[in-house]
């Protein structure tokens, strides 16, 4: 009922920047949350930004004053502008959002998970 779908992921060199966009689409009634989080390999998934539907965000310590997120409800998208990027910040994100949509059964309100989007920094 509820599809995320990132974009903007790629390959770049150190000290470059990117931007990721996250697309909300299906029945939805409204978003609450909407963030990003990173997984590298072996390592657990990460926070790394997240904002509410009244603009507070919460960054992770090691992207503070590097990375900044955005929304736009009328889009129900939400960005992630990263730069002065690092190899460590190697890794798949994904995007999540606290949704409430309309089912056959009525109104349901749970988190969604995008398929992920690669983002590779190299030295």
């Known amino acids: 009922q509820v599809q995320l779908v990132e974009s903007g992921g790629g390959l770049v060199q150190a000290g470059e920047s990117l931007r990721l966009s996250c697309a909300a689409s299906?029945?939805?009634?409204?978003?609450?949350?909407m963030g990003w989080y990173r997984q590298a390999p072996g390592n657990q998934r990460e926070l790394v930004a997240r904002i509410g539907s009244g603009d507070i965000t919460n960054f992770a310590d090691f992207v503070k004053g590097r990375f900044t997120i955005s929304r736009d409800n009328a889009k129900k998208t939400v960005y992630l502008q990263m730069n002065s990027l690092k190899p460590e910040d190697t890794g798949v994100y994904y995007c999540?959002?606290?949704?409430?949509?309309?089912?056959?059964?009525?109104?349901?309100?749970?988190?969604?998970w995008g398929q992920g989007t690669q983002v590779t920094v190299s030295s």
């Open positions: 299906g029945r939805i009634v409204n978003i609450w949350n």
């Open positions: 999540n959002a606290d949704v409430q949509y309309l089912t056959n059964s009525g109104l349901q309100r749970r988190e969604n």
